[in-house]
């Protein structure tokens, strides 16, 4: 059992996306956060924005860093997580839930093939660290 | 200590002026201001011991050692602010140089720039520089500005795209972008260094360049500029050297020699003008042969035996008022003509050995970050002391209380926990060994009392500071 939930897929990039209803939902595995350290501000893109896979969607600030959060699949951004504006600690207590980033529809699947499962997840970031 | 507006007391004045005696001439009723203004009341003697005061919390290279890394944050020689000071250059009104009438008056500073620029360009193998920027960033824009020229005018508008290492300097992107371009990261190797096989995969044909910074910011000189340099004007791309780590390698390499095109210098960082908070900074821009019709003008040339403005054939425009931040202009000819050549040799000499003699002082206590050999700012990372409780940020904190300032934590961003020290050249050995022999006692505390670094510093003027609350609550009344 990995410790990164099975139910989403991950980036290289340390996001992860998964179902929601019709749409895809999108934020920053655990280790993403833990890594920034306490985060500070988040930045949302704009409801109905076309991205592409890859392409620099948001943003997060910490105290050590800032960086930018990629779209792990392309599709229209339907939903963002307002509630961070106020509180963006929620990204480091609850990253797979109530920290996510924002929601995206008509989501390219063939996208989600390129993306690592929870076991791969995993592996790659032991590897790396 | 109190603010100066807890100081204040109703009706208190430094100052009390006389009746008017002579007509009142009102400003227009918009531009008057309805309520008063909220300024502190306080006698002459409040205001005097209040900065007299603060200005002793100061700390700065002039009173403690500064190891900063990624930033050269060196000492400026006094004998520069004299020579900024002389009259001739302080009391000069720029306006002067607006009118060709005027001219006959301003060839000292015309000689001083246009000499300044030579220097400069001779320093770093360019065929011409131009001092208009006014901060390193600003001689980013300016040298990705030349690049867009430099497709434009061939007609390549496809070309608009920049690639920049992780490894690049933390500003390279943002200016590309400002300039207009989309930006790519380039991974570097696990070694810390780039390969020429990822600019390869990151080539198409819409690259209008690659910006490198050598040493990078892991302190790392890079092996393969020359082969990178090559494959890209094989592309049509051309190669931007940011110039912040200059000081590693002036007197001992130039940039034009290794294949750059254009590049940026700092002056308040390799050529020691005042540094960090308003300097004011000056970034110089460079230049090789291809983007030379189109820079910043107007330039000072020389006809003759005196110097007028002219500018360049295709001039991208002016980046700046006048001449840019033209002091710093005074004081980096001035450093340069102290030193001398040998002298400027030295200098890139010894900002090596410095880093190296406080490396290997450290390197069994701490982790280094690469195992290549650093040049003038070597990097550690604390990951495992920060499993130990004691993370890169608490020994920063530590360093505070032996009185030195911390050096650069978190940064580069390919570093976890990182740790990043330069001393600079004109650290004595003495100096490095005590500024040593804290980090080694720090590396002890940390087997021995890791809890007690929650609470350094305990020793400065005030404690342990919540950033995350600082950065959270922004309280921006005073905008």
Sequence with gaps: ????????????????????????????????????????????????????????????????????????AGGRVSAVNDALADAPEIVNQSPFDDGWFFKLENVNAADLDSLMDADAYEKYVGAQH | MQLIYEKSVQGRRA?????????????????????????????????????????????????????????????????????AALPGFGQLHPQLSSSEAYWPLCQGAFELLYETEKWLA????????????????????????????????????????????????????????????KVVEVPSHEDGTMRLDSVKAA??????????????????FEPVVAEIAEYLH?????????????????????????GFDVMHYNLHKTFATPHGMGGPGSGPVGVGERLEKFLPGPRVVKRGE?????????SIGRLSQFFGNFGMAVRAYAYMRHLGKDGLREVGENAVLN?????????????????????????????????????????????????????TVYFPLTVKESIMIEPTETESRETLD??????????????????SFHDAPTTTPVGRLDEVRAARQLNCACL
């Design chain 1, 1 to 72: 059992m990995s410790q990164y939930p099975n139910n989403c897929k991950y980036t290289k990039e340390h996001e992860w996306i998964r179902a929601d209803g019709a749409a895809y939902v999108v934020g920053i595995t655990s280790f993403a956060a833990e890594q920034l350290g306490d985060v500070t501000y988040v930045d949302l893109p704009k409801p109905g924005k076309e991205v592409k896979q890859g392409d620099s969607t948001a943003a997060v600030e910490s105290v050590k860093a800032a960086s930018d959060i990629y779209a792990p």
């Design chain 2, 355 to 407: 880093a190296n003699y406080i490396f290997a002082r450290l390197k069994d206590a701490y982790t280094p970050a690469f195992d290549l050999p650093f040049m003038h700012e070597c990097i550690f990372t604390a990951a495992p002391e920060a499993k130990k409780g004691v993370r890169a940020l608490d020994i920063a904190k530590a360093l505070l209380d032996y009185g030195y300032h911390a050096p």
């Design chain 2, 15 to 83: 100052i009390t002026l006389d009746p008017l005696d002579v007509p009142d001439a009102s400003l227009p009723r918009e531009l008057c201001r309805e309520k008063a203004a909220e300024l502190p009341e306080v006698a002459e003697i409040d205001v005097i011991r209040h900065f007299t005061n603060l200005s002793r919390r100061n700390f700065g290279v002039d009173s403690h050692f500064y190891p900063l890394g990624s930033c050269t944050m060196k000492y400026n020689p006094k004998i520069a602010e004299a020579v």
């Design chain 2, 234 to 258: 094989q592309h049509d791309a051309l190669l931007y050297y940011d110039g912040a780590n200059l000081n590693a390698i002036i007197g001992k390499a130039r940039p034009g020699d290794l």
């Design chain 2, 306 to 314: 005196t110097f007028a403005l002219e500018m360049p054939e295709k």
């Design chain 2, 122 to 181: 001779e320093i770093a193998g360019m065929k011409q520089t131009c001092l208009q920027p006014i901060a390193g960033a600003h001689g980013e824009l300016a040298g990705t500005l030349l690049i867009a020229a430099y497709h434009r005018e061939r007609g390549h508008a496809h070309k608009d795209t920049i690639l920049i290492p992780d490894s690049a300097h933390g500003t390279n992107p943002a200016s590309a972008a400002i300039a207009g371009f």
């Design chain 2, 434 to 451: 005590a500024f040593c022999d804290a980090m080694l006692e720090i590396a002890k505390k940390i087997e021995t009392d890791p809890d």
């Design chain 2, 203 to 220: 080539m198409t044909e819409n690259i209008a360049g690659l910006m490198m910074t050598c040493p990078n910011t892991h302190g790392l």
